[in-house]
């Protein structure tokens, strides 16, 4: 079996005193739809937070891709293919659907700054191809008919998949989604569920997921992490993970 | 009436150059949510490089270059030596850097080329033109000219290119534009570089209207309701804020001046400005900051 994608060891991290996470480690294998569930407030947000670098593991470390660190920035782990999503909506609110998706795409540009200001060199191509491949991720996303749209002015479910978009566009080989189905109703969590699936198989995108809706993590996921007040306490298949006695203590609380 | 059109007429030109400083400081406070204060220092210093320069006989074009290189020089070292340090730390203790940053860049460039009044000739001539009954000066139609242009393209650069894109990325969601690997080093590398650009434009009309001194840090304070009236984020908002107060200061000059005792333009703006904050106090274009709970 191939090195496993993503890679935690021994991860702490507390807030003043708090013990956000508890000396955790597990694998996440390439190709696979982890999902991250657990009580509020279990540190799955702080998780993924470690992982693209936006907070610092005060011990432990992460493998992503066989490359091994404590501390990363956030734009050098985008650089490297990790790409997220957020839970409360970070998008550029003032910027259009497609001037979203195309920010996405701008680690990946080669041109220097004169070749871009005037137009000049492998500019033309590079801004046809970055075109290209912003409207294929909006029509995959469905997001056609918003395109032009800014998108403080569209729906909630709609500037979720923008979200996913954005992060898509960029080809990344790890997708983090913070609760990629927050809000939605029953519909528009098929839907989503249907676009993290696609994304998976077509793009081979390795997925780390925190959602709540065990219907939908049932039957998404390849791979169940169960975190409670910081500690790992369930990891496995959606059905090891079901039986777990751990794991119904603390989502139904022990029984005295 | 023609003399109205003329005094209009002539503070709009004058406009646009104080929409050409402006425009420095909405780009600074796009990227870093700062305002700048070493903004007029840069103009200071781009004029007093360029005039030394010259004055020991190098030619305009190479002066001009060598004035450049100097100001993105100094764009660069600004991110590395005070910003990077300062990621993610308060507004507020950015502003206090940018203010100490002025007195080093002054000091700098006084100490290397002394603090005398130079004079500046970029061989505009300035005879005044008669269009009908109204008289316009040249070289403010040629300043005028210059800054729109400048303007113009600094507009198009931020509105549609990539580097615009990731400006304002960065201005509506730093985390985010981060996470998707926008790398903030290099963008406000980038956007200081511009400014300083943008400085040494204005550092060179303003410095051949009123002579390179000193005083030409003080066009700060005329940006100041340039902004306060067009709003902090918006280049727009620095055109139109800037043709305002222009035309406002001269008019009031001409049609208050007589009944107040004179010296209107100096304050007429600030009062505009202090309106502007009571009614409006985004300014015309600027956002309204939205704190997440």
Not at chain 1, 50 to 77: C, K
Not at chain 2, 35 to 55: H, I, K, P, Y
């Amino acid at each position: 079996m191939a090195e496993p994608i993503l890679q935690l060891r021994d991860v702490s991290l507390s807030f003043k005193g708090i013990k956000a996470l508890n000396a955790l480690s597990f694998d996440v294998e390439r190709g696979e739809i982890c999902a991250l569930i657990g009580p509020n407030g279990a540190g799955k947000s702080s998780l993924l937070n470690i992982i693209n670098g936006v907070y610092r593991a005060d011990s432990g470390s992460v493998s992503f891709d066989g490359e091994r660190f404590v501390r990363i920035r956030p734009a050098r782990a985008a650089h490297l293919g990790i790409g997220r999503t957020f839970q409360h909506n970070a998008l550029f609110r003032h910027l259009s659907v497609l001037d979203n998706v195309l920010a996405g795409l701008i680690r990946h540009s080669r041109t220097t700054l004169i070749e871009h200001a005037f137009g000049l060199g492998r500019d033309r191509s590079e801004t046809r191809a970055f075109g290209r491949r912003a409207d294929e991720i909006i029509g995959f996303l469905d997001l056609a008919r918003h395109r032009d749209r800014v998108v403080s002015t569209l729906p909630y479910g709609v500037q979720k998949r923008v979200d996913l978009a954005r992060a898509l566009v960029g080809r990344p080989s790890l997708l983090l989604l913070d609760e990629p189905m927050a809000g939605m109703n029953q519909d528009e969590k098929r839907e989503m569920s249907s676009f993290v699936l696609e994304a998976n198989r077509s793009f081979r995108t390795t997925v780390v997921l925190i959602e709540h809706d065990m219907s939908v993590v049932m039957g998404l996921s390849h791979h169940v992490v169960v975190l409670d007040y910081g500690r790992k306490v369930g990891d496995g298949t959606p059905e090891e993970v079901r039986r777990n006695p751990d794991v119904i203590a603390a989502y139904l609380g022990t029984v005295h | 009436m023609s003399f109205f059109v003329e005094t209009f007429i002539g503070g709009l030109l004058a406009g646009v150059m104080y929409s050409l400083v402006a425009i420095g400081f909405v780009l600074i406070y796009k990227a870093s949510g700062v305002f700048n204060f070493a903004q007029g220092s840069m103009v200071l210093c781009a004029g007093l490089t360029f005039v030394t320069m010259r004055d020991r006989g190098i030619d305009f074009w190479l002066a001009g270059l060598i004035t450049l290189t100097i100001m993105v020089a100094i764009a660069i070292a600004v991110e590395r030596v005070v910003l990077r340090p300062l990621v993610n730390r308060p507004q507020i203790t950015l502003f206090m850097a940018t203010l100490g940053l002025s007195f080093v860049i002054e000091g700098i460039a006084q100490i290397a080329m002394g603090a005398s009044v130079h004079e500046l000739d970029l061989g505009i001539v300035d005879t005044p033109i008669t269009v009908g009954e109204v008289q316009v000066s040249q070289f403010d139609l040629v300043a005028a000219a210059t800054a729109g242009v400048l303007v113009i393209a600094l507009s198009i650069f931020f509105n549609w290119t990539r580097v615009g894109i990731a400006l304002r990325a960065i201005a509506d969601d730093p985390l985010a534009a981060r996470s998707i690997g926008i790398r903030l080093q290099t963008l406000w590398q980038i956007v200081w570089g511009v400014a300083g650009f943008v400085s040494l434009v204005a550092g060179l009309l303003w410095g051949a209207r009123q002579g390179v001194q000193f005083a030409l840090t003080l066009v700060v304070l005329k940006a100041l309701p340039v902004l306060i009236i067009g709003g902090f984020t918006s280049i727009t908002g620095a055109i139109v804020g800037g043709l305002i107060v222009g035309a406002s200061d001269s008019l009031a000059e001409i049609y208050l001046g007589s009944l107040l005792g004179g010296s209107v333009s100096t304050w007429f703006s600030y009062v505009l400005a202090v309106g502007f904050l009571l009614v409006r106090p985004t300014g015309l274009f600027g956002d309204a900051p939205i704190e997440r709970i």
